[in-house]
């Protein structure tokens, strides 16, 4: 099946610095990936949608300048979480399609637990 | 907006027994519905999936039947084994783009 990579798996920032996480498909090429975050014991929020080569489309509530998605290439999203403070610590997942795939055919990473301290 | 909610936060079972998971949805216009299973610390994985004009479909060791008419759908997973414990959400597909809107997630725990 298709595969997608999350790095890194684990991060440990200090507040107000910036960090970037990488969504990658490794073996099909990603027209649409999708950003979400998951607070403990809660569930999946979808945070924004990105295509390849436009501009991400986000939820009510997601603040676009804070949460910045570059989908540059094919294989390749990221998410920046800006200026991140302790509240934005949290379980970052993104899932990634293709273009002619099922509805069912969502392949989601491994996940990216972001720590701000 | 779209809504999905479960019944039951936790469900605690013994091994070898059978499960039965729960979701109520909203949206009665999805096209198809997706089982997740959520490991700690992983992303979902896919269980299952079922179409709007299918009430039942069986994979291995696992069964969801869909009931349209009270929005509602189940996941029933056959002896349950220590490696089912997780988190299970149920995931209404509004068509397009697998653009999922996750329900609230029920954790399943088995005991030996």
């Known amino acids: 099946g298709a595969v997608v990579s999350q790095h890194p798996s684990w991060v440990i920032c200090k507040s107000g610095t910036s960090v970037k996480i990488e969504c990658r498909s490794l073996d099909f090429q990603a027209t649409t990936m999708f950003w979400y975050r998951q607070f403990p014991k809660q569930s999946l929020m979808l945070m924004a949608t990105s295509n390849e080569g436009s501009k991400a489309t986000y939820e009510q509530g997601v603040e676009k300048d804070k949460f910045l998605i570059n989908h540059a290439s094919l294989t390749l999203s990221t998410l920046t979480v800006t200026s991140a403070h302790p509240e934005d610590s949290s379980f970052y997942i993104c899932?990634?399609?293709?273009?002619?795939?099922?509805?069912?055919?969502?392949?989601f990473g491994q996940g990216t637990r972001l720590t701000v301290v | 907006g779209e809504s999905v909610g479960l019944h039951l936060p936790t469900l605690s079972v013994q091994e070898g027994d059978n499960s039965i998971i729960n979701c109520a949805y909203s949206n009665s216009a999805s096209d198809y519905f997706i089982w997740y299973k959520q490991e700690s610390g992983k992303g979902p994985q896919f269980i299952i999936d079922?179409?709007?004009?299918?009430d039942k479909r069986q994979g291995q060791r696992v069964t969801v039947l869909l009931n349209k008419t009270v929005k509602h759908l189940s996941l029933q997973i056959a002896a349950t084994q220590p490696g089912d414990s997780a988190v299970y959400f149920c995931?209404?597909?509004?068509?397009?783009?697998?653009?999922?809107?996750f329900g609230a997630g029920t954790r399943l725990a088995v005991h030996p």
């Open positions: 899932s990634a399609t293709f273009e002619g795939a099922t509805n069912t055919e969502a392949f």
């Open positions: 079922i179409r709007s004009n299918m």
């Open positions: 995931a209404p597909g509004p068509g397009g783009y697998n653009k999922l809107i």
